[in-house]
C-alpha cells in the first residue's frame, strides 16, 4: 500500500520539478551593432539583469567605453562582439576611445518599470529569436 | 621672433584645393573619371594619411597626437587593405590619373614642411593638416567620389570609408582646438 501511495507522491514532485524549469527567463539579450563609425541603436532602453551584445560590423577595432570610467571593453577587433550584463539601474553614457565622436547611451530600468506593452512585445521578439539561431536578439529603441 | 611652421597649412591647403577640385577638373579636362580610377584615388588618399601618421607618431610631442596619429595608421591601413581585397576579387586595377598624382605631389610638399617642424609646432600643423585634409576628403567622396561610382561594392566602400573620415574630422577638430594657438 505504502508503495502504491508513494508512487504519485513521486510523480507530483516530478511534475512540478518540470513546471519550475520550464519557467520562462525575464532577462534578454539585445543586439547593438557598431556599423559604419556609429552605434545602432545610439540610445537603449533595457532592464537589470538583461545583456548587451556590441558586435563590431567595421573593419576597423572599437572600443565601448562607459564615459565615467565604470566599464570598458577595451579593444574590440573587426567582427568581434563584447557582452556586459545591466546589474544596477542607472543612465550609462559611452563612446569609442578609439572614435571619440562615436558615442552611445543605455538607460537601465528596474524590469517592472518598462512599459507592458514594450515588455510583452520584448518578450515576443525573445521568444522569436530563440527560434532563429541566426538572430541576435531584440531591442527596444528610442524611448 | 620668425614664425615660420604655417607654411605646412599652405601646404595642406594647396593639396586640399587640388582634392576639392576634383569633380571640376576632371569635367573641364577630360571624361569623368571611371570606378578605376576612383579606386585610385581613394587608395592613394588613404596611403598619404598613413604617411603622415607614420612621421607624426615619432615626431610628436604630444601623447594624444601621436596616438591620433597611430589611429590614422590602423584605420587607414584596414581600409586600404579592404579596398585591395575588392580590386582582386572584382579583377580591377586601381589606375593612376591627375587627381591621384597630384594628392601625391601635395603630399610630398606637406611632408617635407612637417619634417622640419618639431614640438608644439609640430603638433598644431600636424593636427591643421589632418583637420582640412579630412575635411577636403569628405567634401570630394560627398560630391564625386561616391556619386559617380558605378560598382555597387566600391560604392559600399567608400561609404565605409566615409564614416571613418567623418569620425577622424571631428576628432581631429577637437584635438586641434585643444592644442591651443601659437604663444
Given at each position: 500500500v505504502r508503495q502504491l501511495f508513494a508512487l504519485p507522491v513521486l510523480l507530483l514532485i516530478g511534475a512540478a520539478q518540470t513546471v519550475k524549469v520550464e519557467q520562462p527567463s525575464t532577462a534578454m539579450t539585445h543586439t547593438i551593432e557598431i556599423r559604419n563609425f556609429a552605434f545602432a541603436p545610439a540610445r537603449l532602453q533595457v532592464a537589470v539583469g538583461d545583456t548587451v551584445v556590441w558586435i563590431n560590423r567595421d573593419v576597423v577595432p572599437h572600443t565601448v567605453t562607459d564615459s565615467l570610467a565604470r566599464w570598458d571593453s577595451g579593444e574590440i577587433g573587426a567582427g568581434e562582439r563584447w557582452t556586459w550584463v545591466a546589474s544596477e539601474a542607472g543612465r550609462f553614457s559611452y563612446l569609442?576611445?578609439?572614435?571619440?565622436?562615436m558615442t552611445g547611451t543605455l538607460e537601465v530600468v528596474?524590469?517592472?518599470?518598462?512599459p507592458f506593452s514594450i515588455l510583452e512585445q520584448s518578450q515576443a521578439e525573445s521568444m522569436d529569436v530563440q527560434q532563429r539561431p541566426d538572430a541576435e536578439g531584440s531591442r527596444r529603441d528610442g524611448w | 621672433m620668425f614664425r615660420k611652421p604655417d607654411i605646412t597649412v599652405l601646404t595642406a591647403a594647396a593639396t586640399i584645393a587640388l582634392l576639392a577640385a576634383a569633380p571640376a577638373k576632371s569635367q573641364e579636362n577630360g571624361p569623368p573619371l571611371n570606378d578605376a580610377q576612383i579606386a585610385h584615388v581613394a587608395v592613394t588618399a588613404n596611403a598619404i594619411d598613413i604617411e603622415m601618421g607614420e612621421i607624426a607618431r615619432t615626431r610628436g610631442s604630444d601623447e594624444r597626437v601621436r596616438e591620433f596619429a597611430e589611429r590614422m595608421i590602423t584605420d587607414h591601413t584596414a581600409v586600404n587593405e579592404q579596398a585591395a581585397a575588392l580590386a582582386s576579387r572584382l579583377g580591377v586595377t586601381p589606375a593612376a590619373n591627375a587627381i591621384s598624382g597630384s594628392l601625391r605631389d601635395g603630399a610630398e610638399a606637406a611632408k617635407r614642411t612637417l619634417r622640419a617642424a618639431s614640438g608644439a609646432d609640430f603638433d598644431r600643423a600636424y593636427m591643421a593638416h589632418e583637420v582640412d585634409y579630412h575635411r577636403s576628403v569628405l567634401q570630394a567622396l560627398d560630391q564625386t567620389l561616391i556619386p559617380s561610382t558605378t560598382n555597387g561594392e566600391l560604392r559600399a566602400l567608400l561609404e565605409q570609408a566615409r564614416g571613418a573620415i567623418a569620425a577622424h574630422l571631428a576628432h581631429a577638430e577637437r584635438l586641434h582646438a585643444s592644442l591651443g594657438s601659437k604663444p
Amino acid at each position: 500500500v505504502r508503495q502504491l501511495f508513494a508512487l504519485p507522491v513521486l510523480l507530483l514532485i516530478g511534475a512540478a520539478q518540470t513546471v519550475k524549469v520550464e519557467q520562462p527567463s525575464t532577462a534578454m539579450t539585445h543586439t547593438i551593432e557598431i556599423r559604419n563609425f556609429a552605434f545602432a541603436p545610439a540610445r537603449l532602453q533595457v532592464a537589470v539583469g538583461d545583456t548587451v551584445v556590441w558586435i563590431n560590423r567595421d573593419v576597423v577595432p572599437h572600443t565601448v567605453t562607459d564615459s565615467l570610467a565604470r566599464w570598458d571593453s577595451g579593444e574590440i577587433g573587426a567582427g568581434e562582439r563584447w557582452t556586459w550584463v545591466a546589474s544596477e539601474a542607472g543612465r550609462f553614457s559611452y563612446l569609442c576611445e578609439y572614435h571619440p565622436s562615436m558615442t552611445g547611451t543605455l538607460e537601465v530600468v528596474e524590469a517592472q518599470a518598462l512599459p507592458f506593452s514594450i515588455l510583452e512585445q520584448s518578450q515576443a521578439e525573445s521568444m522569436d529569436v530563440q527560434q532563429r539561431p541566426d538572430a541576435e536578439g531584440s531591442r527596444r529603441d528610442g524611448w | 621672433m620668425f614664425r615660420k611652421p604655417d607654411i605646412t597649412v599652405l601646404t595642406a591647403a594647396a593639396t586640399i584645393a587640388l582634392l576639392a577640385a576634383a569633380p571640376a577638373k576632371s569635367q573641364e579636362n577630360g571624361p569623368p573619371l571611371n570606378d578605376a580610377q576612383i579606386a585610385h584615388v581613394a587608395v592613394t588618399a588613404n596611403a598619404i594619411d598613413i604617411e603622415m601618421g607614420e612621421i607624426a607618431r615619432t615626431r610628436g610631442s604630444d601623447e594624444r597626437v601621436r596616438e591620433f596619429a597611430e589611429r590614422m595608421i590602423t584605420d587607414h591601413t584596414a581600409v586600404n587593405e579592404q579596398a585591395a581585397a575588392l580590386a582582386s576579387r572584382l579583377g580591377v586595377t586601381p589606375a593612376a590619373n591627375a587627381i591621384s598624382g597630384s594628392l601625391r605631389d601635395g603630399a610630398e610638399a606637406a611632408k617635407r614642411t612637417l619634417r622640419a617642424a618639431s614640438g608644439a609646432d609640430f603638433d598644431r600643423a600636424y593636427m591643421a593638416h589632418e583637420v582640412d585634409y579630412h575635411r577636403s576628403v569628405l567634401q570630394a567622396l560627398d560630391q564625386t567620389l561616391i556619386p559617380s561610382t558605378t560598382n555597387g561594392e566600391l560604392r559600399a566602400l567608400l561609404e565605409q570609408a566615409r564614416g571613418a573620415i567623418a569620425a577622424h574630422l571631428a576628432h581631429a577638430e577637437r584635438l586641434h582646438a585643444s592644442l591651443g594657438s601659437k604663444p
